[in-house]
């Protein structure tokens, strides 16, 4: 889902993956940092999270109608 991971399989990156998980890990090492309690924690992960799955799907649509690979 995130940094190349795919739910669906196929082809993905693994430095991608391995990118994506730090990504997330810098976040939550960071607001916990700034003394955000768990539950805000949890939730603003889940919108970063959220938002990088619908940038995706916009570049793929995007990239559809061009006629191009995204």
């Known amino acids: 889902m995130l940094g190349g991971t795919l739910l669906a399989g196929g082809a993905v990156s693994v430095l991608g993956t391995v990118l994506g998980a730090a990504l997330t890990e810098v976040i939550r090492t ?9 539950q805000v924690l949890n939730i603003l992960i889940g919108l970063v999270l959220v938002l990088a799955l619908s940038l ?3 570049r793929h649509v995007v990239a559809e109608r061009r006629g191009g690979r995204p």
């Open 56 to 58: 995706d799907r916009v």
């Open 30 to 38: 960071g607001l916990n940092l700034l003394e955000f309690s768990v």
